[in-house]
T-cell receptor, first 114, second 108 residues
Framework: ETGVTQTPRHLVMGMTNKKSLKCEQH?????MYWYKQSAKKPLELMFV???????ENNSVPSRFSPECPNSSHLFLHLHTLQPEDSALYLC?????????????FGPGTRLTVT | GQSLEQPSEVTAVEGAIVQINCTYQ??????LSWYQQHDGGAPTFLSY????GLEETGRFSSFLSRSDSYGYLLLQELQMKDSASYFC?????????FGSGTKLNVKP
């Protein structure tokens, strides 16, 4: 596999469920990101990890819990979500977190909360 | 707060030139990036400007004026495959702030 992969590609969950999104990058990068993309709205940066340490948390509700066990893997644990959390969740990676970094995005997980 | 403004939709014909503008107001600024996203696809990086001026990459060029908080993406010799959404994004060290995207429709 190459690039950035995400699983599952589609997820439907109830508000009381617990699920996890998985992201894996095969590029040897040191930084990974979670974004939320809702219809007609800008991409929203949720979390940034650099060398497995969280360096940014953009005031994301605690029902979203990230985990970065190593520089190649990133998870987003979900629990007691709300219908407004339905969106496309994109993972990205970059060589570093420096300002000139090009980000490589995965295909996303389309999440529907019922 | 942070805000980026870009037109919501632009239509052009094959072979034409189109310019997508982006104005921004952010508390910090390192550079301006552009990304392309086809329907159902992942955003892909197009260009990055940290300094004023024009950067050219094939049919695509990107311009930045830091004093005007303004940039644009110029697409030349439009092809049908260029139909996609285009996002500008401000880099503020660890953070990215994205615009809402411009949907480009290329017609034959």
């Amino acid at each position: 596999e190459t690039g950035v992969t995400q699983t599952p590609r589609h997820l439907v969950m109830g508000m009381t469920n617990k699920k996890s999104l998985k992201c894996e990058q095969h590029l040897g990068h040191n930084a990974m990101y979670w974004y939320k993309q809702s219809a007609k709205k800008p991409l929203e940066l949720m979390f940034v990890y650099s060398l497995e340490e969280r360096v940014e948390n953009n005031s994301v509700p605690s029902r979203f819990s990230p985990e970065c066990p190593n520089s190649s893997h990133l998870f987003l644990h979900l629990h007691t979500l709300q219908p407004e959390d339905s969106a496309l969740y994109l993972c990205a990676s970059s060589q570093t977190t420096g300002p000139e970094r090009e980000q490589y995005f995965g295909p996303g997980t389309r999440l529907t909360v019922t | 707060g942070q805000s980026l403004e870009q037109p919501s939709e632009v239509t052009a014909v094959e072979g034409a030139i189109v310019q997508i503008n982006c104005t921004y107001q952010t508390s910090g600024f390192y550079g301006l990036s552009w990304y392309q996203q086809h329907d159902g696809g992942a955003p892909t990086f197009l260009s990055y400007n940290a300094l004023d001026g024009l950067e050219e990459t094939g049919r695509f060029s990107s311009f930045l004026s830091r004093s005007d908080s303004y940039g644009y993406l110029l697409l030349q010799e439009l092809q049908m495959k260029d139909s996609a959404s285009y996002f500008c994004a401000v880099n503020n060290f660890n953070k990215f702030y994205f615009g809402s995207g411009t949907k480009l429709n290329v017609k034959p």
